[in-house]
T-cell receptor, first 113, second 113 residues
Framework: DAKTTQPPSMDCAEGRAANLPCNHS???????VYWYRQIHSQGPQYIIH???NNETNEMASLIITEDRKSSTLILPHATLRDTAVYYC??????????????FGGGTRVLVKP | DAGVIQSPRHEVTEMGQEVTLRCKPI?????LFWYRQTMMRGLELLIY????????DSGMPEDRFSAKMPNASFSTLKIQPSEPRDSAVYFC???????????FGEGSWLTVV
């Protein structure tokens, strides 16, 4: 699976949008971009995923560049409960290779009042 | 709906003792994963099952670790004998078929003294 690069940490003001960048320049055509987050002392929580189109759900929006080499996770109105480590993961979808998630270091997001 | 259920949530044991961690995947899911999280190494995949069959155990650190999945609704991760360096949070996760979203449990916090 392709590796990802994320900033180690970022702060965000409560109520403002949080934009989390991720670089995945070696992504291949059959690999999806997944985002998970891990709130302290909890298991990783699925947020959103996409292949090449922008995606939105009740938690966040995912913007993938046209060349698919980078993406941005947008939390539209950050709350204190969004403080967590956010992981951007590129995941291959070839069944023979398995569908495991490989976690990197993630971005530690601190939402401040 | 119930998520992935892990037990025990916390365990403290003495070096040399056997430790058994248990996992009940989400009903209907046929892929199951065991991950380990430490401060030094982050989240690492230990083993992955599909339809109760181990597919990839390359992440299992050594022979002291073993995992089984006797049926679709239960899996165990066993450490025998345990060592202090096994202290970590162990997460179980499951998904419906390879390629679908993976959902994590809340983890089993293991301390070996």
């Amino acid at each position: 699976d392709a590796k990802t690069t994320q900033p180690p940490s970022m702060d965000c003001a409560e109520g403002r949008a949080a934009n989390l960048p991720c670089n995945h320049s070696t992504i291949s055509g059959n690999e999806y971009v997944y985002w998970y987050r891990q709130i302290h002392s909890q298991g990783p929580q699925y947020i959103i995923h996409g292949l090449k189109n922008n995606e939105t759900n009740e938690m966040a929006s995912l913007i993938i560049t046209e060349d698919r080499k980078s993406s941005t996770l947008i939390l539209p109105h950050a709350t204190l409960r969004d403080t967590a480590v956010y992981y951007c993961i590129v995941r291959g979808m070839i069944k023979a290779a398995g569908n495991k998630l490989t976690f990197g270091g993630g971005t530690r997001v601190l939402v401040k009042p | 709906d119930a998520g992935v259920i892990q037990s025990p949530r916390h365990e403290v044991t003495e070096m040399g003792q056997e430790v058994t961690l248990r996992c009940k995947p989400i009903s209907g899911h046929n892929s199951l994963f065991w991950y380990r999280q430490t401060m030094m190494r982050g989240l690492e995949l230990l083993i992955y099952f599909n339809n109760n069959v181990p597919i990839d155990d390359s992440g299992m650190p050594e022979d002291r670790f073993s995992a089984k999945m006797p049926n679709a609704s239960f899996s165990t991760l066993k450490i025998q004998p345990s060592e202090p360096r096994d202290s970590a949070v162990y997460f179980c996760a499951s998904s419906w078929d390879p390629g679908n979203t993976i959902y994590f449990g809340e983890g089993s916090w293991l301390t070996v003294v």
